[in-house]
């Protein structure tokens, strides 16, 4: 079992920069991927980026250039530092861990990750 707390989140003015960190409870070789995923008020949730276990990463074209995900193996923490932040990147924020063998082929699809944190709230105001 994997327990993962997401913090980092708060308000920033468009422009602005946030780094997200993820703290797991116990990261080690089952976790084959982490990920970080959003939700906006009536929308679906979506997949911002991912990371597997060999370092490859993925990313979603909205935040593509602006966005860089990491982890500290040694901290099991996993983190996504967000720059030049956007209006439509308000969301809450949701960090994921994935231990199926095949996460790695659905880094930023909700069906590759099976434990998930509380989530963190970004505002971004124009």
């Known amino acids: 079992q994997v327990q993962l707390v997401e913090s980092g989140g708060g308000s920033v003015q468009s422009g602005g920069s946030l780094r997200l960190s993820c703290a797991a409870s116990?990261?080690?070789?089952?976790?084959?991927?982490m990920g970080w995923f959003r939700q906006a008020p009536g929308k679906e949730r979506e997949g911002v980026a991912g990371?597997?276990?060999?370092?490859?990463?993925a990313y979603a074209a909205s935040v593509k250039g602006r966005f860089t995900i990491s982890q500290d193996n040694a901290k099991n923490t996993l983190y996504m530092q967000m720059n030049d932040l956007k209006p439509e990147d308000t969301a809450m924020y949701y960090c994921?861990?994935?231990?199926?063998?095949?996460?790695?082929?659905?880094?930023?699809?909700?069906?590759?990750?099976?434990?998930w944190g509380q989530g963190t709230q970004v505002t971004v105001s124009s």
């Open positions: 994921a861990a994935g231990s199926y063998s095949y996460c790695s082929s659905l880094l930023l699809q909700r069906p590759g990750y099976n434990y």
């Open positions: 116990a990261y080690t070789h089952s976790s084959r991927c």
């Open positions: 990371i597997d276990s060999t370092g490859r990463t």
